[in-house]
C-alpha cells in the first residue's frame, strides 16, 4: 500500500484542470441500467470509486469498456437484479442501482450499504420512495429486496430529518422514469450531480422536469434508449483545489470549472477575503488580503456542501481567530479533526460543532487518512504544514480525487507516493 508524502511550504502557482464529477457518473452509470441499448458516457475521471460502479454493472449482466474518461456500456448478456453485498459494501453510492433494476426487471436484489466512517448511512428514504411507486420491500439478510408487479407514479414527499437526500432522489427519479403516469418528488435534491443525471434520463428519452429545483416531476414512458452524454466537471475537486491555493499563499487558474455550482463556497471564501475572478470555464484563485475566519454550516445544495467541510477547516486552521464549523448533514463527519490537531491545530470539537482558533503554522507529522474528503483535508494540511506529513491508507483518496498528487506536483507541490 502507498503512502503520500509532502514537503510543505511551496506556494502553488500555475494551471491545472478538474475532473469529470464523481457524484455525477455513479448514479449515470446506474442509469444504464435501464435500457438494453449501448451508452457512451464521456469525461469520467479514473477512480477507486468509477471502478467498483463498473464492476456491479458487469455482474448486473452488462458489457463495460472504459478507456481514457470514456465509457461504453454494451448490450446486457445474462441479467442479473442481485446486487452483491462484496461490492456494495465496499461503495455506499452503488446503491443507486436499486431504481434502474427495480424499474427494469420489477424486481431488484441490493446488499444495504451499511455505515462508514461519516455516519450511519441510512436508506429509508429509498425505501419510502419505491413503495411509494407500487413496490413491495422487504430486508432479508442484508438485502434491500424489492419486487412490484407494476411501478405506478405517484406523488411523494422525499425530505428526511437531515433534509433532502442526494442518491434517494436519484433512485427514484430512475424508478419513476418507465412508472405508468405521472411521479412529483417533492423535497427533491437540488445537487447538480442531480440535475446532471437528469439530463442523461432525458437524452434516453425520459420526461423529466424541475430538476435542480426541490420539485422533480417524471411522467412515465414504455422504453427508454441509449444515448450519449459528457458528465459536468467535478465542483469539490475545483473547490479543493481552491483551498490548495489559498493555505499555501499560491495563485493558481483551475480550469474545467462551473462557477454556478460553487455559489456558497466563493460567498463563504469572499466572506473570508479571498479574491475569485471566473471567465469561460476557468477560475484564478488567490489571497486578496489576510484571511478572516468565517462561520460555516454545512446544509443541502445550494447550502455549503459537506463534502468541502473538511477541506475549509484545513484553511481555517491558519487563520487568526475563531472559526466556527457546524456539520448539518453527517455530525459525525469529524474524522479529520484528530489528525489536523496532530500537526498542531486547534480544534475543539463539541457535537456537530468544530471550534478552530487559528495558529501560526502547522507542523508535517505522519496522519491516517480516514475517509475521502478527510484525506483530502489532511493533504492540504500537509501542503502548508512546515517539515514532512505522511499520509497512510491513500486508497481513501484514491476514491474520489483523480491524479490529485500529479495535479498539486505539477502547481509545484512537493509530494511523492512511498511504499507503506
Ligand atoms: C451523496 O451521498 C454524495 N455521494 C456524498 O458525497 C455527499 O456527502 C452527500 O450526497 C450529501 O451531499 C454521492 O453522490 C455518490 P444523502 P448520499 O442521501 O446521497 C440522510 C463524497 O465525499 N439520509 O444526500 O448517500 C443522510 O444520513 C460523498 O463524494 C437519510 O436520513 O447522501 C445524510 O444525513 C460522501 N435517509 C443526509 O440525509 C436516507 O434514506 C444526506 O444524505 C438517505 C439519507
Known amino acids: 500500500m502507498d503512502k503520500l508524502v509532502i514537503e510543505g511550504g511551496q506556494r502553488l502557482k500555475g494551471g491545472v484542470s478538474v475532473s469529470g464529477s464523481k457524484n455525477s457518473t455513479l448514479p449515470i452509470l446506474a442509469a444504464t441500467l435501464l435500457t438494453d ?5 464521456k469525461g469520467v475521471p479514473s477512480l477507486r470509486d468509477i471502478n467498483t460502479m463498473l464492476k456491479i454493472l458487469r455482474s448486473l449482466g452488462k458489457g463495460v469498456e472504459y478507456d481514457k474518461g470514456r465509457v461504453i456500456v454494451g448490450a446486457s448478456g445474462n441479467k442479473n437484479y442481485v446486487a452483491d453485498y462484496r461490492l456494495v459494501s465496499t461503495m455506499r453510492a452503488s446503491f443507486c442501482v436499486l431504481g434502474p433494476l427495480l424499474a427494469r426487471f420489477k424486481k431488484a436484489k441490493v446488499s444495504l450499504p451499511g455505515g462508514c466512517v461519516i455516519g450511519i448511512r441510512p436508506v429509508d428514504l429509498h425505501i419510502k420512495g419505491i413503495k411509494a411507486l407500487g413496490a413491495d420491500v422487504n430486508i432479508e439478510s442484508g438485502y434491500v429486496v424489492a419486487k412490484a408487479r407494476k411501478l405506478k407514479g405517484n406523488h411523494m414527499y422525499l425530505g428526511g430529518v437531515y433534509g433532502s437526500s442526494v442518491l434517494a432522489t436519484d433512485n427514484v427519479m430512475m424508478a419513476a422514469t418507465l412508472a405508468h403516469g405521472k411521479t412529483v418528488i417533492e423535497s427533491a435534491a437540488c445537487e447538480p450531480e442531480v440535475a446532471d443525471l437528469a439530463e442523461f434520463l432525458i437524452k434516453m428519452g425520459a420526461k423529466i422536469k ?3 429545483t426541490p420539485i422533480i416531476e417524471i411522467e412515465g414512458v414504455k422504453h427508454l434508449h441509449g ?11 475545483a473547490g479543493t483545489f481552491m483551498i490548495a491555493s489559498l493555505i499555501t499563499g499560491g495563485d493558481i487558474v483551475i480550469k474545467n470549472i462551473l462557477p454556478q455550482h460553487l455559489g456558497a463556497v466563493i460567498d463563504k471564501l469572499d466572506e473570508a477575503g479571498v479574491s475569485l475572478i471566473g471567465n469561460n470555464g476557468s477560475m484564478r484563485v488567490r489571497p486578496k488580503r489576510r484571511l478572516k475566519p468565517v462561520n460555516v454550516n454545512t446544509l443541502p445544495y445550494p447550502g455549503f456542501p459537506t463534502d468541502m467541510q473538511a477541506q475549509i477547516m484545513s484553511l481555517m486552521c491558519l487563520v487568526p481567530g475563531i472559526s466556527v464549523i457546524t456539520e448539518k448533514i453527517y455530525p459525525d463527519r469529524f474524522m479529520h479533526v484528530a ?22 503554522g502547522l507542523s508535517g507529522a505522519p496522519v491516517m487518512a480516514s ?39 505539477a502547481l509545484g507541490a512537493r509530494i511523492w507516493r512511498e511504499k507503506e
Do not use: F, W
Open 37 to 41: 441499448d449501448s451508452c457512451l458516457i
Open 339 to 360: 489528525e489536523l490537531n496532530r500537526m498542531g491545530a486547534r480544534i475543539q470539537r463539541e457535537g456537530p460543532h468544530a471550534i478552530i482558533e487559528g495558529v501560526k
Open 371 to 409: 475517509d475521502l474528503r478527510a484525506s483530502a483535508s489532511l493533504v492540504l494540511a500537509g501542503l502548508a504544514a512546515r517539515g514532512k506529513t505522511s499520509i497512510s491508507r491513500i486508497y481513501h483518496l484514491e476514491r474520489g480525487y483523480e491524479n490529485l498528487d500529479k495535479k498539486l506536483e
Open 227 to 237: 444515448a450519449e452524454y459528457t458528465v459536468i466537471p467535478d465542483r469539490i475537486e
Open 210 to 212: 424541475g430538476h435542480g
